[in-house]
């Protein structure tokens, strides 16, 4: 009989992964870090069940280092087998992993330097050389295309509309049984990226699907509101507005509303600059990969082309070199600068905040949710300075915060896509979401589909 074994993001956000059992194949389906909480990332640590020798092969979701980031480590531990990922996720992948095995050397040397690591010396979880071993095992594999894993595991890939090549996989065992692992899944009638796919003709026997957002449904859109409200007030202050980005998918989509506001005539064109190394290759695989963006974002008019233009504003500008940061962090010309990382907890973001932030023409937009213990987070709580580089900063530019953008599906957008499905799962399984919104999603999901849920705890195996 299948099983399967939660190693992480159950009853948790991060740190996806989910072990089949079958026959004598062992198969993982992604292959996250944990973040966030230290108890959460000492999980890092902790060796698998089983040996990562014995493992067929690992198939992933998207990009994210919660369900990519692991990859290193496994490999590191003797993992030989192939590691099967859409297009777009090996991609992503050759950006994020090689910069995460960057960030644990960083942290190694940190922990060494100041002696707060337990372990003497302390070791990177893996550094940036494991990373580059390991992306010699990704596999690219097309949507909708059956592929065997491994004895007996076939599996394929459904658009989820997450993240630039994010899917959610339908794995076929022999034998009959079908399971539908969900991902992180994306929303419903968004720019930039496609509606997560129908699941309609998947009897899935087994479905697990995320909850992030189980409990609530996110504010309906503003149209960019909000956002032209902050732009043309910062202009009309002859101010700069800076703006801390995730790297990968939130630039993408800060651009194409600027770039929607100026055509509209509701804001001035202003100089647009995208400061982050990883943020300029990522949106050079969106533009490459426009086909499988959502239908406003595809090419039109010349043939075989991108629409470089979607990914652009009038006056739009990389910054590339770390000069041209410096002179970009020392102007206090009128303009909009998008940098990472998202929640100012490093990258090159800080130099633009410590510049801003003592300037009250100046504006700092929070976008999405900021984890506690960031400086995101301590700046929408109203701190009054902020520490960047070892020196206190005043905080006298406006904050400003904008709520609606999240690659999250809310508790309405789970819902609606759970009803895609032909048939009523034999089992529902919630992953990825904190006990309270998946708890609220389970009573929802009995109420509104009838369905019993099944809330797995970390290292629970079920036999399917
Ligand atoms: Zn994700």
């Known amino acids: 009989m299948p099983e399967l074994t939660f190693l992480g993001a159950a009853r948790t956000v991060t740190g996806s992964k989910y072990l089949l059992t079958h026959g004598n194949a062992r198969v993982l389906f992604d292959c996250g870090l944990f973040q966030g909480l230290k108890e959460l990332r000492e999980r890092n640590w902790q060796d698998l069940p089983v040996p990562a020798t014995s493992i067929s092969s690992v198939v992933l979701t998207h ?4 369900h ?8 590191k531990q003797g993992f030989g087998g192939p590691v099967f990922c859409t297009s777009g996720t090996a991609e992503l992948s050759r950006l994020v992993l090689p910069d995460s095995g960057r960030i644990q050397e960083e942290d190694a040397r940190l922990a060494n330097r100041h002696g707060y690591s337990k372990h003497s010396p302390a070791m990177p979880l893996y550094d940036e050389a494991d990373a580059h ?23 394929e890939f459904m658009g989820s509309g997450h993240l630039l090549g994010s899917a959610y996989i339908v794995a076929r065992l022999s034998g009959g049984t079908t399971i539908l692992f969900g991902g992180d899944l994306g929303r419903y009638a968004r720019p930039v990226l496609p509606d997560p796919e129908h699941a309609g003709d998947v009897r ?4 697990l699907v995320e909850s992030t957002y189980g409990d609530r449904d996110h504010p309906t859109d503003d149209q960019g509101d909000e956002l032209a409200g902050v732009i043309r007030e910062t202009a009309a202050r002859g101010g700069k507005i800076v703006i801390p980005s995730f790297a990968i998918g939130r630039v993408e989509e800060l651009i194409y509303w600027i770039r929607r506001l100026e055509r509209e005539r509701r804001i001035p064109v202003l100089p647009v600059y995208v400061d982050s190394p990883m943020a300029s290759e990522a949106l050079r695989y969106y533009i490459q990969r426009a086909h499988e963006l959502d239908p406003d974002m595809r090419p039109s008019g010349k043939p075989g082309v991108g629409d470089v233009s979607a990914f652009a504003t009038a006056r739009f500008q990389v910054i590339a070199s770390p000069q041209q940061s410096k002179e970009l962090t020392a102007s206090r010309k009128t303009g909009i600068v998008i940098s990472s990382s998202g929640m100012a907890t490093g990258g090159r973001v800080l130099h633009h905040l410590a510049a801003a932030l003592p300037d009250p023409k100046n504006t700092v937009l929070v976008v999405g949710f900021q984890a506690e213990g960031t400086r995101g987070r301590q700046l929408i709580e109203g ?6 580089h070892g020196a206190s900063v005043p905080v006298r530019a406006r904050i400003a915060k904008l709520n609606s953008m999240s690659g999250h599906a809310d508790r309405s957008e789970i819902l609606r896509w759970l009803k895609t499905l032909p048939a009523s799962p034999r089992r529902l399984m919630l992953v990825h979401g904190e006990p309270g919104p998946m708890d609220a999603l389970k009573a929802t999901i009995k109420s509104e589909l009838g369905w019993n849920a099944e809330t797995p705890q970390h290292q629970q195996t079920v036999a399917l």
């Not at 990009?63 to 919660?66: E, K, N, Q, S, T």
């Not at 990519?68 to 490999?75: F, S, T």
Request: charge should be negative.
């Open 383 to 388: 701190a009054t300075e902020l520490r960047i």
């Open 204 to 207: 899935a026997d087994v479905v």
């Open 68 to 75: 990519v980031g692991y990859v290193p480590r496994l490999v």
């Open 133 to 155: 071993r390991a992306l010699g095992h990704f596999h690219p594999v097309g949507f909708h295309r059956e592929i065997e894993v491994a004895d007996g595991v076939s599996i």
């Open 63 to 66: 990009a994210h280092l919660d």
